[in-house]
């Protein structure tokens, strides 16, 4: 089968090259992002591979499926960029990537968290600069503080692993409590508790209708005043200009993200000479208590091997039994 790979990156190639042994499916690398402009480059493919900020919306399935191409496979868990109901209308089979790493995003949000409670990213600064003055480094203790993790999927209960071993009270908010996470200690409890009881909250939870703008100025207004948000699940979970004005007015102690509602035109490309465009996020750029990372908490040796192996894995079910291996429709929406 002949797949046009869209937003390609020489690790995407690496990776997916080993994981198509024997060259078993025609790869067709592409650097360009998947969206209105570029869907004709897919044409002559019968699949298209893709990925996070590829747009995936009516009118580029219309597009593919006029081209020829019969499987949308994602280089992703999430879906929320895909129009689902486009896609079953046309009769595009849609597979995803459930799990690869769990544990590479959970441990990256404990970077994050650690990084902006002991200022290790000013401290690095200061140390280069031949300054070893300790003012503006304080932290605190982990150790009995209350993390309370929103979304105890996979990821989530990586997360809360960590922090019960650091020591902390977890707080948990779930429509769906698992008992995995009961077995470590979670405490499940109405978000609203959850925001007004944690010391640092964390974001583990899917981009759906219900969980868009999940934190906006009135959750904002429930966390206590010096906590610290940490999002690594997806950009648009967090109302952007709402954390700005809790950032403004000190009310948001800290800030750790590593993914961003606008990313799209941002994250994967080197910007470095350019001016950055977006306002709202060179305003987060100018808070020396946010540490920004570039969607890249799923990023390791590991998790890009299991994103190959089931991508191809997706690709080899297609073409045997009519189906990807781990398929993604409307029905996952609920």
């Known amino acids: 089968m002949r797949i046009a790979v869209f937003s390609t990156r020489p690790y995407d190639r690496q990776f997916l090259d080993q994981a198509n042994g024997r060259r078993r499916h025609d790869l067709h690398f592409l650097e360009s992002r998947l969206d209105p402009g570029t869907v004709a480059t897919a044409g002559g493919c019968q699949a298209v591979c893709a990925f996070v900020n590829d747009r995936l919306n009516a009118e580029v399935l219309r597009g593919l499926h006029g081209l020829g191409v019969r499987l949308l496979v994602l280089r992703s868990a999430g879906f929320n960029h895909v129009d689902l109901a486009v896609a079953a209308e046309?009769?595009?089979?849609?597979?995803?990537?459930p799990e690869y790493s769990p544990h590479?995003?959970?441990?990256?949000?404990?970077a994050l968290l650690l990084t902006l409670n002991r200022k290790i990213h000013r401290a690095h600064a200061r140390v280069r600069e031949g300054n070893f003055a300790l003012e503006g480094l304080l932290g605190f203790d982990l150790h009995g503080r209350t993390v309370g993790v929103v979304g105890t999927g996979k990821i989530g209960r990586c997360f809360a692993r960590i922090m019960r071993g650091f020591g902390c009270e977890v707080l948990g908010s779930d429509p769906q409590p698992h008992p995995d996470a009961l077995a470590l200690g979670v405490r499940y409890v109405p978000l609203a508790e959850l925001l007004s009881r944690s010391d640092i909250v964390s974001l583990h939870c899917p981009l759906t209708p219900a969980t868009r703008h999940l934190v906006n100025a009135a959750a904002l207004a429930q966390m206590k005043r010096g906590a610290?948000?940490?999002?690594?699940s997806r950009g648009a979970v967090v109302d952007t200009p709402a954390v700005v004005a809790a950032l403004k007015s000190g009310h948001l102690g800290y800030l750790g993200l590593d993914v961003y509602e606008e990313e799209a035109d941002l994250f994967f490309r080197d910007l470095s000479d350019s001016a950055l465009e977006d306002d709202v996020f060179a305003r987060l750029l100018t808070f020396p208590n946010v540490v920004i990372t570039g969607h890249q908490a799923f990023f390791t040796e590991d998790a890009l091997r299991a994103i190959a192996e089931t991508t191809i894995a997706n690709v080899d079910s297609f073409v045997a039994e009519g189906r990807p291996l781990y398929p993604v429709g409307v029905e996952h929406l609920a």
């Open 104 to 110: 590479a995003v959970a441990e990256h949000t404990a």
């Open 90 to 97: 046309l009769g595009l089979a849609v597979g995803r990537v």
């Open 228 to 232: 610290m948000l940490l999002n690594t």
